[in-house]
């Protein structure tokens, strides 16, 4: 236990002693020699700390959350013009009072988390790729061609190794990374160990090419606009035809009916090929058009796709831990067959990921029809997850989510099933588990701000994946006495993202303020490897730990609580944990995340500002 934790005396919100009042609704309950005050709390950590923050904690925020102001809201406040004025107040005399507008959407006004200092010296990348041949661009590139010039402006670094070239045994960025002197030599040249592995492929990568005939519009998408003039003419979009199938040929038919059951060798009309397994009608049987690749994930624990935080080191923590099926982060159809970098970002694929989809958003047949046929070709994912559940307005206003309700006839996803595909579609809400595609529901999705019960949605005639609550392997195994096929997990990977392993195991883990920084310092890990070692890639990191780091501080060790387990909806209150980086780990200061993010990446930028993503846009 922290030192002075069991000394500090504990006291509720209302000032009397937790000890003999009853624990409050929503909160987590911790064992009372733990419990302390907001004010004691931030003092322990700024006596333990190595530098105290720059501003003392105020007591306006019950929460603790004392983000800075945005600069936009401190310019006004500064004018007189307070958030509780009517518009009464403010008008002139003479004039009509305007109604004040509902504020919706994201905060725009919110400070930038990205610094822009490095922006202006940056490196040629052709001199950073170490290219044989001169820059495209001449004397017009914006960049600088002079390494000394770069080195005199580039910040120190940040530790003496470098992550891929420890485990690649070379760095791609050369002189920009920000452990540069693990790999340079004595002359500046980037050094190379020979025998270490090369950098595994990340799939789904967006192609110069195709992103190039995208942004022309010189892709032709044959079968969606089939699927589109049948859906003109007033037809239901359902299976193809038995007219418009091929039929199997003969030379297939008798190799179907041949295929061994056994390990060994089978002659495919390519050439014999070794199995691994008993071969079935489904293995040598070449799908259809009109039919779908059936994917079987009972029993599997699936993590949701997560906007912002379900990025692929993430992903990549929670496969270590136990977790079956990933899905990329949501990605809209319009940025996608617009050839945006940042969205096809979205679809990259990870070799640990064995099964592996890519989440939709959209309100039109035409582009989310054409999206599926170009993700068909073009990626490597094993099925489509369509967003009909979103419950943030931005989203919810612009896609499929509002399609979604009893009453609203064709839904711009119901297309989809017309353009034959080589992988299933799970579709949240509106699926069929049993066609190969799987289903989750979001009732009661529009109130976000409620505890939503353990729920699934088997539509069809297939059971589906059961989510919501799930913070323990008992949450877990009340859904799947609800008759689910398995468990999808969203915010509980957030808080715990070892809660895959405990469900598996079926134990609670108590697990270590040492091993939950292992955790922290394998992501930074991963999203060096994942966004880079230079400045840009390091910010980057830094700012996905942060975001991750806002929902890891509501987790309450399982040795400080009173009860098992915790719950999902129970926000923990002040309490000093068993040593200083548990306490730390606990705060819900962005000051003190920044403060773990040093801990592994180095000191911050000069002017760098941290805002929550959940906690800045209007839904929270």
Request: glycine share 10%; charged share 25%.
């Amino acid at each position: 236990m922290a030192e002075g934790a069991a000394e500090a005396p504990a006291e509720s919100g209302s000032g009397g002693d937790p000890r003999a009042s009853e624990p409050e609704r929503g909160v987590a309950p911790i064992k009372p020699q733990y419990l302390t005050t907001k004010e004691q709390f931030h003092e322990f950590l700024e006596a333990k700390g190595q530098e105290k923050p720059s501003q003392e904690t105020k007591a306006g925020d019950p929460g603790g959350n004392d983000l800075p102001e945005p600069e936009a809201k401190r310019i006004r406040l500064e004018d007189g013009q307070t958030e509780d004025r009517q518009p009464e107040e403010t008008a002139e005399p003479g004039e009509q009072p305007q109604a004040r507008k509902r504020a919706r959407g994201q905060n725009k006004g919110r400070p930038h988390v990205k610094p822009t200092h490095y922006d202006k010296n940056r490196l040629c990348p052709s001199l950073i790729q170490e290219s044989a041949t001169k820059c495209f661009f001449g004397d017009r590139c914006r960049f600088l061609h002079d390494v000394d010039r770069y080195l005199e402006t580039k910040p120190a670094d940040l530790g003496p190794c470098c992550v891929l070239f420890e485990t690649f045994g070379r760095c791609p960025y050369g002189v920009t990374c920000r452990f540069a002197r693990a790999h340079l030599g004595p002359e500046g040249q980037n050094l190379v160990q020979e025998g270490l592995v090369q950098a595994p492929p990340v799939r789904n990568g967006l192609d110069k090419a195709l992103q190039q005939q995208l942004r022309k519009r010189k892709i032709c998408f044959e079968r969606a606009e089939q699927a589109l003039r049948q859906l003109g003419k007033g037809q239901l979009p359902g299976p193809a035809s038995s007219a418009t199938v091929p039929e199997t040929t003969e030379a297939e038919g008798a190799h179907a009916q041949q295929a061994p059951q056994e390990p060994g060798i089978v002659v495919t009309p390519s050439g014999p090929l070794r199995t691994c397994g008993p071969l079935t009608d489904e293995d040598v049987v070449r799908l259809r058009p009109c039919e779908k690749k059936r994917l079987d994930i009972s029993g599997k624990l699936y993590l949701a796709p997560l906007t912002t935080c379900g990025n692929l080191p993430f992903r990549r923590i929670c496969k270590r831990f136990g977790a079956d099926v990933t899905c990329g982060e949501m990605a809209v159809c319009t940025n996608l067959l617009q050839g945006q970098t940042s969205e096809w970002a979205l679809l990259k694929r990870h070799p640990c990921e064995d099964v592996f989809g890519v989440q939709l958003e959209g309100a039109f047949p035409d582009t989310m029809t054409k999206c599926a046929e170009l993700l068909n070709r073009t990626v490597e994912v094993d099925f489509v997850d369509i967003n009909v559940g979103c419950p943030i307005d931005l989203v919810y206003k612009k896609s499929s989510s509002r399609w979604s309700l009893p009453g609203r006839g064709l839904r711009p996803h119901e297309p989809l099933h017309q353009v034959p595909a080589d992988r299933p579609r799970h579709e949240p809400g509106a699926g069929c588990a049993a066609d190969g595609e799987d289903s989750h529901g979001r009732p009661g999705a529009r109130e976000p701000g409620s505890p939503a019960a353990s729920r699934a949605a088997g539509l069809g005639g297939g059971a589906g994946h059961g989510n919501g609550d799930i913070l323990s392997y008992e949450d877990a195994n009340r859904a799947l006495q609800t008759g689910v096929a398995g468990i999808m997990i969203a915010r509980g990977a957030l808080l715990k993202p070892w809660l895959f392993t405990e469900i598996k195991e079926q134990r609670h883990w108590d697990i270590s303020s040492s091993e939950r920084l292992d955790i922290l310092r394998d992501f930074t890990h991963y999203g060096l490897e994942h966004w880079g070692s230079d400045t840009q890639g390091v910010e980057k990191t830094r700012r996905f730990l942060l975001e991750w780091l806002s929902f890891l501080c509501r987790y309450v060790p399982v040795g400080l609580l009173e009860r098992l387990p915790q719950r999902i909806n129970e926000r923990p209150p002040y309490y000093l944990g068993r040593d200083y980086l548990e306490t730390l780990m606990a705060s819900q200061k962005a000051a003190d995340w920044i403060r773990i993010s040093e801990l592994l990446l180095g000191p911050v930028p000069p002017g760098f500002i941290f805002l929550p993503k959940h906690k800045a846009n209007a839904y929270k």
